[in-house]
């Protein structure tokens, strides 16, 4: 009997998505995949409500609504200081997930390469795979994660088509500072390269620093594919509404795969993440107060418990060494935590294109109400028990 295409054999199911699974199965705390356990904020969740009473039920624009096309233009200009055109460069798309696809699907050929610092967010592989192009892993290394000028150099050739930053990084909280950046837009523009972002995480940031977008250096704005969305910033991972900025000729490409993948984002949330856009200064503040309170709650009872953790400087994750814990496997950890302590993580091990790179290191997310955290560091005291 013929069976599933070959190019589905080259990469394996979610990781993420299966100890969610896990989590569910067990009753355990769900550490593992990055959500909020709490909503958007009234208003937003008010204005999707509004949308669907007053007729925003059929298909938008394949390219997203115009307003939230022009809102995002605004927003981009004001945070990530750099300009677009929001009727020829900026695309509304499910989610930043299916931006990034879109995008690789767009612009990639086979027999280009697509430079990711690893640890990596594990949906840039596959993406990469299923658009026929092939991975060059750089290794960003603990404890800083930061990216290396030399290490950068030896992957980049003539074969480079693009480099995935991805800022504030997911798994290591890492935000890369503009000096790195600069040595990114370097070997860009030495090698004619793409830069394609994920800046999904780009208002969650802690300790005073900010966020910068490689679109907004000198030279950066032509060759660089924007990509965030609303689902972090907002708390609505499920509505799957993102966007892509990139120049027009770009994004012409990006929106004809967009259109025959998905046709539009979901129309009435579309009109609710405009009502997002126009959340005062006080709602990011907010945000990141309660996510530093929660970061702070996990890293006390993991460094307790006997988890090596690298301190976030941004996202919601806490990259964790194993070792001293006496345990060797993540995954087989990963799957005791959930079972026995009710806590789930992700297997570092599925952030690297070796598996065995990541044996000794997991995932924590904090993506959760500090009284969540709470609740989970009184079971995670136990772990240090057995
Ligand atoms: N980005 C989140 C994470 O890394 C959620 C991933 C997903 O399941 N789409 O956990």
Redo the contacts with the bound molecule.
């Keep these: 009997m013929k069976g599933p295409a070959r190019r589905a054999e080259g990469f394996t199911e979610?990781v993420?998505?299966e100890m969610?699974r896990l989590c569910q199965a067990n009753n355990a705390i769900n550490l593992?995949?990055?959500?909020p356990d709490f909503d958007p904020p009234a208003r937003v969740k008010q204005s999707a409500i509004k949308a669907i009473n007053s007729g925003y039920n059929q298909y938008s624009i394949t390219r997203g609504s115009p307003e939230l096309r022009q809102a995002i233009s605004r927003k981009v200009k004001r945070f990530n200081h750099f300009k677009c055109n929001p009727e020829s460069e900026v695309t509304v798309t499910c989610?930043?997930?299916e931006g990034m696809i879109s995008t690789l699907l767009a612009l990639l050929n086979p027999g280009d390469e697509v430079v990711i610092p690893e640890p990596f967010?594990?949906?840039y592989g596959p993406d990469t795979i299923l658009s026929g192009a092939k991975c060059r892993y750089v290794k960003l290394a603990p404890p800083e994660f930061e990216i290396e000028e030399e290490s950068l150099k030896n992957v980049f050739s003539r074969k480079t088509k693009a480099i995935i930053v991805n800022t504030p990084h997911?798994?290591t909280g890492r935000v890369f500072r503009r000096e790195e950046l600069k040595i990114i837009r370097d070997l860009c523009q030495d090698y004619d390269a793409f830069a394609i972002t994920d800046e999904?995480y780009e208002h969650i940031i802690y300790d005073g620093l900010s966020h910068t977008s490689i679109a907004s250096l000198d030279g950066m704005g032509e060759r660089t594919i924007t990509i965030s969305g609303f689902?972090?910033t907002y708390s609505a991972?499920g509505w799957r509404v993102g966007y892509v900025i990139a120049r027009k000729e770009l994004s012409s490409a990006i929106r004809k795969v967009h259109d025959f993948l998905t046709v539009c984002a979901p129309t009435p949330l579309q009109e609710a993440c405009l009502s997002a856009l126009k959340l005062p200064e006080s709602y990011y503040k907010s945000l990141r107060a309660t996510y530093d309170e929660s970061r702070g709650l996990l890293l006390k009872v993991l460094e307790e418990a006997g988890f090596k953790c690298f301190k976030p400087e941004g996202a919601y994750?806490i990259w964790t060494d194993i070792r001293s814990t006496g345990f060797r496997n993540d995954r087989k950890l990963a799957e005791m935590l959930i079972k026995r302590i009710g806590v789930g993580s992700?297997p570092g091990s599925s952030f690297f294109h070796n598996p065995s790179t990541g044996r000794l290191t997991l995932?924590f997310?904090f993506?959760k109400m500090p009284q969540t955290i709470r609740i989970a560091a009184e079971r995670l005291r136990r772990f240090r028990r057995l």
């Design positions: 979610s993420i998505r969610t593992a995949q990055g959500f989610g930043t997930t967010y594990e949906n997911n798994p999904i689902s972090k991972t994750y992700v995932r997310s993506s």
